[in-house]
């Protein structure tokens, strides 16, 4: 790639552009979790100010529930003794540095992630603008890769450090460019393959690869003198193989216990997840989601090999809860079964690092189910991130959504809550169940512009059962997670109520498209119709009260401004939670009459 060209995009206009919004970003998510206080400068005016007193932000914005911070981007000005200055994310994170509580160790590393995200929201800018209309009628793939935002608390969430300009023009979701994977061959002494119950390894990697592939590779491996019979097939990012298993597993590929085979038949298209890819050669076949030593977000995103040996066995075991339970089949929820998964296991690695190191989770894969052969005719499917998605006029995807189905606000988003809330609320009342249920991870089925159902997707190394002694079979005993009774219920108020709702209502509040009243008042009679529906349930509703006047505010941008290495440990994920005080619950004042 010309070196010129590949940097078009990091242009003065697309960059302030960028920097408005993060900045605009910065001053909401900062103020909603109390890093900054806004000081009130009259008539829906706010300024603050950075460590030393001497810079000053001032803007407009609106206070919504959940104190959520509306910052109008386009009323931002920065000053200096008198002088306005340009809008820059970076330097408001050296100007807020002590506010932020940014160490010498975390503070470079941050910047960094920082700019990788402008640097990437610059490339969005220069992709041919698509209306919010156009969009809420585009296929499940157009939808994918035209996500803009990333994760809607999260400032620095799309930092991928580790990818150069080339990789990002090759293999970001934004980018939407086909890639091949490769594969190697990983030598049965140090690979492991597990799969679930009704699929073995021939069935697998016959209908993924196809003979003509395998034949292809048996042959790499008979030239070499090798015995084909004592490797197992492993699909790789081309990143990881160019970037890290060349060279930091260079003496397994020399010893031939790693073997390249080459590029697979198929296309696939990078997920917003970054290391997952959906097949558009066939998109019948499976996602492959692959190990990327890449930062983002708080995490180095490789595979465990030690996890995925236990990934399938954890996929059926959830997929028979939810297929045997009369609510999760009333609201239609499914699930996209990790079916397969393979790891490889560098002795020498494990023998120097301990269980978190990023060294341990350089190579494995895993098989995730396509949602596309169990479609009905008429529908489509689109990312539940999408809900929040803005055109570049500000349009928002949701409200063309609900134009296109022809329902009421208020009945549009009865019938999401009904298909994405209900199952949560389930799962945690009668299974002490949680999902990590943000955009990215749940796909939601669409009639016209209705939701119909969701699908939830990420299982294995995302969810939970908060009981230590709950009754599990032994291979799924590893989610099983000590978490204090009084925090349970933050997987609703904390990762449904705070990280998205809060969201979607203030898209569609500042829109004119339903107040936020309404809005709430949807939710919490959501939830009465299902506390209703679940009369043998009634003691942990009560004792997990969704009603309740306040919940703690569970802050994530403290955690990546803590350690943005290493966000925390997902199998004692409360440990390091951060708190900030309480939120006023938006439902509250709903509560039936007790």
Known sequence: MNPTVAVDHLNPEAWASANRALVRKALAEFAHERLITPE??????????????????????????????????????????????PLDAVDLC????????????????????????????????GKPSVTAGELAGADFQAVETGMTEGHPCFLANNGRIGFGVHDHHRHAPEAAAPVRLLWLAGHRDHTTFSCADDLDYDTLLRGELGADTIVR?????????????????????????WNKLAVTFAGEVARRRLVCLGEGPDEYLAQQSIRTFFNVSDPGKHYVKTALSVLNMGFTRGLSAAYMAATPAINDWLVDLVGNDPVFRRTRLSIIRERAAVGYRHRQYETATDRHSPYRKMLAALWRESPVPDLAPGRRLATMASLLHLDRDGRPLAGALIERSGLSPVRWLRRYLDAYLVPLLHSLYAYDLVFMPHGENVILVLDGGAVERVIFKDIAEEIAVLDPEADLPEPVRRIRTAVPEDQKILAIFTDVFDCFLRHLSAVLHTRDILAEDDFWRTVADCAVDYAASVPHLADRLRRHDLFAPAFPLSCLNRLQLRDNRQLLDLADPSAALQFAGSLANPIARFAPRR
């Open 40 to 85: 009130p400068a009259g008539a829906g005016r706010w300024t603050v100010r950075g460590d030393d007193g001497t810079v000053e932000y001032r803007f407009a914005a609106q206070r919504l529930a959940l104190e959520h911070w509306q910052v109008d981007a386009g009323s931002i000005t920065r000053h200096r003794a008198g002088d306005q200055m």
């Open 94 to 125: 050296l100007e807020l540095r002590g506010a932020l509580g940014l160490t010498d160790a975390v503070l470079p590393v941050y910047l960094e992630e920082i700019t990788a995200t402008l640097a990437g929201a610059a490339y969005k800018l």
């Open 217 to 241: 590779f048996t042959a790499v491996l008979t030239g070499l003198g090798l015995d084909p019979a004592d490797y197992l097939l492993i699909p790789v990012h081309p990143w990881q193989w």
